[in-house]
């Protein structure tokens, strides 16, 4: 997701494959789908402005739409390529207090955001995250539903 150059990456890492040897690769879906991620992000986008992500930019979302890593793969020179789609839950016995720092230390974004509202908007913010959120923490634990691709393919014998 964060290869400046996907297709790069991918060659280098089928380069130092054995031959016939498989690389996997794990990726999100959709953001919609990951409410783990866009709950808090889809709130600060309402208090902070934003600009509108470039689609092939770096990020966690990058190759979300599904073929899209397949056809990277297939492009570096990978074989018998396959796309996984993979729902689950993201638990956690945390409360969202818990979740709200785990998010806003780990995202570079969120902390970007946060770095532009002004100190007092901080708990407003907070609250309408909590208010968003709150479906996905019940008596002390936290579930997301989220959604995966996982993307395989092989390196052709030489």
């Known amino acids: ?14 380069r130092v494959v054995r031959d016939e040897g498989c690389v996997s690769f794990a ?8 409410p783990f991620f866009s709950t808090i992000n889809d709130v600060f ?21 599904r073929g899209k890593l397949a056809g990277i793969l297939e492009n570096a020179g990978a074989r018998n390529v396959i796309e996984r789609h993979l ?6 016995a945390m409360s969202f207090d818990q979740f709200w720092r785990l ?8 902390r970007t955001k946060m770095a532009g509202l002004m100190p007092a908007q901080l708990p407003t913010v ?3 995250a909590a208010d968003a959120a709150q479906r996905y923490f019940v008596s002390g634990k936290m579930s997301f ?10 390196k052709p014998a030489v």
């Open 1 to 14: 997701m964060f290869f400046a150059d996907p297709v790069i990456g991918v060659r280098q890492a089928l």
């Open 27 to 34: 990726v999100w879906g959709p953001k919609a789908a990951n």
């Open 45 to 65: 986008d309402r208090f902070v402005e934003s600009e509108d992500p470039d689609s092939d930019a770096p990020d966690a979302f990058r190759f979300a739409p």
């Open 87 to 92: 729902n689950f839950q993201v638990e956690a």
């Open 103 to 110: 998010r806003t230390e780990m995202s570079e974004s969120l």
């Open 126 to 128: 907070k609250q309408a």
């Open 145 to 154: 539903p989220a959604e995966a691709l996982i993307v395989s393919g092989r």
